[in-house]
């Protein structure tokens, strides 16, 4: 059997040629996209972390949250001190004959590993707001950066911690997204504008970290306890409009930063025992009418023991536990068991008028330093319809304490 066959040589140069022409473009993109990589690493180069993990012990200290104090976003107990990790955390070179953009800024950032639940803001600076092992505390974590620029070779122009030069006595918010603790601005000399920054070799790069504890909701009490790495820093290059975020090397050689330890969030209240007031026995003789028994009423105290120091105010409220005959009055409906018909019992101040049922009011005399207090009141029976039964005539009313 035969064949005939036709081979067009031109044409298959020309694949040939194509073909060498796709292997030279790949391996000119290729060198491309490895320059512009090294152009990026050119920034700075750094050795570090040193050591590659941070270990902050935060204070022990005991902090009093009144139990019922419904206020949100206020701080409990003062900012940390800042924890220095070092000032040397990373030595870092950075070459000259850098080209724009024109500012460049050199600085470590920083990256929050807690869940985030809201924010928190003081003096003009809103920090993100994490989450504790404790329900109702929340954590916002501040930075600051080390750094040092020249303005001649070999000449010391900045040098500092950024915070201390942006005046933020409590440093830069720590997020859940990389930002940067700040930053000395340094203008290359060869980008043509003014000589604020030379080339530099075994340029220090340190941080350091402070913290706060805010309250976000109610308080079931318990200690700050946060493992594992909750912070991350890097060394990184941010330049213009947004130098805190904008970055043109992302944060590298990372340290891991951990809390050992934490205060301790106690929901405090004052003892409050029951109280039983005996009503004494009364004659049918002594109910005139519609209103108030006529003999006196019977005083009791509601004792509050053993106040802490911390809570700011204290208010109470009685509440009914039968039904109120008459509001206006203070008067409620005797128990089920109780076998008097026509009767109720009122109840009074100190002074001998009603006191408002479901109302809450201020205790007097309190002092923030604590200590036991009582409240003095009164009670009496009110007779409510005619005729009145004898028989027994019990109520029980309840008592809040309300603690701010």
Request: glycine share 10%; charged share 10%.
């Amino acid at each position: 059997m035969r064949f005939n066959v036709s081979i067009d040589t031109q044409r298959s140069r020309e694949r040939l040629h194509w073909l060498r022409w796709l292997r030279i473009a790949a391996f000119v993109w290729l060198g491309v996209l490895a320059h512009g990589e090294a152009s990026a690493q050119a920034l700075m180069t750094c050795t570090g972390p040193s050591p590659g993990s941070f270990a902050i012990t935060l204070p022990n200290d005991t902090y009093a949250v009144p139990r019922d104090d419904a206020s949100t976003g206020r701080r409990i107990g003062p900012w940390t001190p800042f924890y220095v990790a070092g000032t040397n955390v990373w030595s870092c070179d950075v070459p000259s004959g850098l080209v724009a953009p024109p500012t460049y800024y050199w600085s470590a950032s920083f990256l929050s590993l807690l869940t985030p639940i809201g924010s928190y803001t003081e003096n003009g600076i809103t920090f993100p707001l994490f989450k504790t092992n404790v329900d109702g505390i929340g954590i916002v974590i501040g930075s600051s950066v080390y750094e040092t620029i020249t303005s001649n070779p070999g000449v010391i122009y900045l040098t500092g911690w950024t915070n201390d030069f942006s005046g933020r006595i409590n440093g830069y918010p720590v997020d859940i997204s990389w930002s940067m603790g700040g930053g000395l601005g340094s203008l290359d000399y060869s980008s043509g504008g003014p000589s604020y920054h030379y080339p530099q070799t075994g340029m220090p790069i340190g941080f350091k970290l402070n913290f706060a504890f805010v309250k976000y909701g109610p308080v079931t009490g318990g200690t700050i306890n946060l493992p594992g790495t909750i912070v991350q820093a890097g060394v990184s290059v941010t330049t213009t409009p947004n130098p805190l975020t904008n970055y043109v090397m992302a944060p590298q050689q990372i340290a891991n930063v951990t809390l050992v330890g934490g205060p301790t969030f106690a929901p405090v209240a004052c003892a409050t025992p029951n109280v039983t007031v005996p009503m004494g026995t009364h004659s049918n003789t002594e109910f005139s009418g519609v209103g108030p028994i006529s003999t006196a009423p019977a005083s009791f105290n509601i004792s509050l023991n053993n106040c802490p120091a911390g809570i700011n105010s204290i208010k109470y409220e009685i509440d009914a536990v039968t039904t109120i005959v008459d509001a206006s009055q203070s008067v409620v409906a005797l128990d089920s068991a109780s076998t008097a018909r026509g009767v109720g019992v009122q109840l009074l101040d100190a002074n001998g008028n009603a006191l408002p049922l479901a109302t809450q009011q201020t205790l007097p005399g309190y002092n923030t330093s604590g200590g036991s207090y009582t409240i003095p009141l009164k009670a009496r029976y009110y007779q409510t319809t005619a005729p009145v039964l004898a028989g027994t005539a019990n109520t029980v009313m309840t008592f809040t304490m309300n603690y701010q």
